[in-house]
């Protein structure tokens, strides 16, 4: 689990092209300004900020200080890839606020003002990574503003999420990471009932009547929580079934996929919202826009592509497109939103369920930068 994090992490080192030379000091070494360039191979990397914070010294040692601050806050959070698209977002602002440019090479003479800039900006990360608050200030949702802003939700959320961790450390790796991934998505299906899912650029006051929904879902959770003891067991590890052909029911198919195809090391789903549906008494179709940001980068026709998000993709026009496409990569923080029909089928428990094992083929689909 440990490597799996901190592999996301130095993922999310730097977000843009690789590193250049430019005339007069085209001719120029980079190791004579990177003493551990050659040393760590860090031609292998193509990011620039990443070959910077591989072969700079003082860049190698802040790097490792941010690794562990950002793993600190990824165990204090049950839904932990919230925390990786709010890194990937500022690690690509840093880079942007120092000046590093997606798809501009970095002058050999601007390499010292540029790594005194990441020095800075690292150096004031990591100290507000410390500080247990900032879990609260990102929350870039509306359910998270509405808990943040009230005492009483913080603290059961804080209680809750407490004792969630605590099951799950418990679990082996495979276990656990399946573990974070239905509790993301007990969120989003709260999030759903609350009738807050997409209205993060509402005003606060008008989400309070929601608080009640929120307080009532994070009582609910703690019970069964409780009722666990010390039996992750009894929480996680069972299939979700949903009670009716909507949201909640994708919901589920989409997370059964990412899981089916470790989507989780690429992409989190932020939410699903439902269209339209056709429902008879055994089956039904409902069509959803399900909308996923981007982690790490893939290429943007791969396996990855297909089975995670459904299709190819040309991220420079923002579409889908057929393959075979280019071998080109997404760069984290991507907003991904495909619109979908999920045939469904009603068990003999009432239940309805999907059996589809990729995303592919989507109806429709657009790509973005972030946020």
């Known amino acids: 689990m440990r490597s799996f994090w901190l592999a996301i992490v130095a993922l999310l080192s730097g977000l843009v092209s690789a590193l250049g030379q430019d005339s007069p000091d085209q001719d120029r070494s980079i190791g004579e300004m990177l003493p551990l360039f050659a040393q760590n191979h860090c031609e292998q990397r193509?990011?620039?900020?990443?070959?910077?914070?591989?072969?700079?010294?003082?860049?190698?040692?802040?790097?490792?200080?941010?690794?562990?601050?950002?793993?600190?806050?990824?165990n204090r959070?049950?839904?932990?890839?919230?925390?990786?698209?709010?890194?990937?977002?500022?690690?690509?602002?840093?880079?942007?606020?120092?000046?590093?440019?997606?798809?501009?090479?970095?002058?050999?003479?601007?390499?010292?003002?540029?790594?005194?800039?990441?020095?800075?900006?690292?150096?004031?990360?990591?100290?507000?990574?410390?500080?247990?608050?900032f879990d609260c200030l990102a929350s870039n949702t509306a359910a998270g503003a509405l808990i943040c802003s009230d005492p009483a939700l913080a603290i059961a959320e804080g209680e809750l999420n407490d004792r969630v961790l605590a099951l799950i450390a418990r679990l082996n790796d495979s276990d656990a990471k399946n573990a974070f991934v239905e509790y993301a998505r007990w969120i989003r299906e709260r999030d759903r009932k609350c009738d807050l899912a997409g209205k993060e650029n509402v005003p606060?006051?008008?989400?309070?009547?929601?608080?009640?929904?929120?307080?009532?879902?994070?009582?609910?959770?703690?019970?069964?929580?409780?009722?666990a003891g010390d039996e992750p067991g009894k929480l996680f590890g069972h299939r979700a079934l949903a009670l009716r052909p909507n949201?909640?029911?994708?919901?589920?198919?989409?997370?059964?996929?990412?899981?089916?195809?470790?989507?989780?090391?690429?992409?989190r789903v932020r939410q699903v919202r439902e269209i339209g549906s056709d429902v008879t008494d055994k089956s039904a179709n409902v069509t959803a826009e399900v909308e996923m940001v981007v982690l790490a980068p893939f290429t943007e026709c791969s396996p990855v592509a297909a089975s995670c998000t459904g299709t190819c993709w040309d991220a420079r026009a923002g579409r889908p497109k057929p393959p075979p496409g280019t071998r080109n990569?997404?760069?984290?923080?991507?907003?991904?939103?495909?619109?979908?029909?999920?045939?469904?089928?009603?068990?003999?428990?009432?239940?309805?369920?999907?059996?589809?094992?990729?995303?592919?083929?989507?109806?429709a689909g657009i790509a973005a930068g972030g946020p």
């Open 46 to 74: 193509r990011e620039a900020a990443n070959q910077l914070f591989c072969g700079d010294s003082e860049l190698n040692a802040i790097g490792t200080k941010l690794a562990s601050a950002v793993e600190a806050r990824l």
């Open 77 to 133: 959070l049950p839904d932990r890839l919230v925390a990786v698209e709010e890194n990937a977002e500022w690690a690509r602002d840093r880079n942007l606020s120092c000046g590093i440019f997606p798809g501009e090479a970095v002058r050999f003479a601007d390499i010292a003002p540029i790594k005194a800039c990441l020095l800075k900006e690292t150096e004031e990360r990591i100290v507000i990574l410390r500080d247990p608050n």
């Open 204 to 227: 606060l006051e008008e989400l309070e009547a929601a608080a009640g929904c929120l307080a009532s879902g994070l009582a609910s959770l703690a019970t069964e929580v409780a009722a």
């Open 247 to 267: 949201a909640d029911a994708v919901d589920i198919c989409v997370a059964q996929i990412h899981l089916a195809n470790a989507c989780g090391d690429f992409l």
């Open 329 to 363: 990569s997404f760069v984290v923080a991507h907003r991904i939103r495909i619109e979908r029909a999920f045939a469904l089928q009603k068990g003999d428990d009432g239940s309805w369920r999907c059996n589809a094992m990729a995303l592919a083929p989507v109806d």
